[in-house]
């Protein structure tokens, strides 16, 4: 029989008045793959991995949790038969709801406030905002590597989509030397980068998976893969800029640029077949469009590989240690930036 005398009495414990239990979000805090890598997820990939957790629809949870935040009193119950689509502006005339729109921005601070996390602005260019040009940069419809999705799912990933792949100039998955796809395999549909039943890997019409081993391996050119180094190092380096990039700062680097194109062309005709061009149209950009945000893939990637220095090294360098570097880059033109050779090897990294 139970003998209530048998228990053993412990002291009592006092807990500190000032104890304090964190905030709860309101939805669930879920991480986004690859901060910091070439391979960051882009933020259409986080809101449809975040309606996947709360077993809902993409579209119930846009209207439910986001859409009376962004539209506050403009809010109406006719959004109730639009698409999650036009719902965020993501029309065909203005696709890019991973780039750098003021939807964009709307979106990214209702999904902070959602899930209490600080680090979505990353998925999106939303920081590049006044150095790059928005126009002609991203795909109006999805672009996907099927090996990448058939690999994750073999090793028991989670599937998702890189913001790498919302850029109209990224055409090939370095990873498996392979085209990215933009039509279903099976119903030959394009994909919209977000929609009402969105599932991730899986086409919007016929449901079925869009991963794969068909597609061939390629030898990519030079000039492909320059854009995919500098495209990749932009949206690595975004968590570690401290402040967005500015366009008088750019501007004065590719000033420093400017000099030392003109210098090396000054001590070797040569090199005019190298950097003629570039060097026009880099004077073009800092005396007659020095107001407007620069060409990415036309201009500065094309400029960073010439002078040899990282697309992260032009935004997050100040103007002396570009200086520094430069002077030792245009000593010895022939000498590689190790930090673009160890470009392929961060494209394999996912966190
Ligand atoms: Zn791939
Ligand atoms: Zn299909």
Redesign the pocket.
């Known amino acids: 029989m139970f003998d209530q005398s048998d228990l053993e009495i412990y002291d009592r414990i006092t807990l500190p008045k000032s104890l304090k239990i964190p905030e709860r979000s309101r939805l669930y805090s879920l991480k986004p793959i690859g901060i910091g890598t070439p391979s960051t997820e882009s933020l259409s990939s986080h809101l449809t991995r975040l309606a996947e957790e709360h077993c809902l629809p993409l579209k119930k949870l846009v209207l439910g949790e986001i859409a009376p935040r962004i539209f506050s009193d403009q809010y109406q119950p006719e959004m109730l038969l639009k698409s999650v689509s036009s719902i965020l502006g993501n029309s065909d005339a203005k696709p890019a709801i991973n780039g750098m729109r003021d939807m964009t921005r709307s979106l990214v601070d209702a999904l902070e406030q959602l899930t209490l996390r600080e680090d979505l602005k990353y998925l999106s260019c939303l920081t590049y905002k006044e150095i790059i040009k928005e126009r002609g940069l991203f795909r109006q419809n999805k672009a996907w590597c099927p090996k990448c999705f058939q690999q994750w799912v073999l090793e028991h990933k989670s599937i998702y989509e890189p913001l790498l792949w919302s850029f109209k100039d990224v055409n090939f998955c370095l990873k498996h030397s392979c085209q990215l796809s933009n039509r279903?395999?099976?119903?030959?549909?394009p994909q919209k980068a977000i929609a009402n039943h969105s599932r991730l890997g899986y086409?919007?019409?016929?449901?079925?998976w869009?991963g794969n081993n068909l597609n061939d391996e390629l030898e990519i050119a030079d000039k492909e893969r320059q854009i995919l180094a500098g495209i990749g190092e932009l949206i690595a380096t975004t968590p570690d800029l401290d402040s967005p990039p500015t366009l008088p700062d750019i501007i004065q680097k590719l000033k420093l640029i400017q000099f030392f194109f003109e210098r090396s062309l000054r001590q070797d005709l040569t090199q005019f077949i190298a950097l003629g061009k570039t060097l026009e149209q880099l004077k073009i950009a800092i005396t007659q469009h020095q107001d407007k945000p620069l060409n990415l893939v036309g201009l500065l990637i094309p400029i960073c590989s010439l002078a040899k220095i990282s697309v992260d090294q032009l935004m997050k360098e100040d103007v002396s240690s570009i200086s520094k570097i430069l002077e030792i880059n245009f000593k010895n033109p022939i000498q590689k930036n190790s930090k673009r050779s160890s470009l392929a090897s961060m494209f394999n990294r996912r966190t």
């Open positions: 279903c395999p099976h119903c030959d549909s086409c919007d019409r016929c449901k079925q869009l």
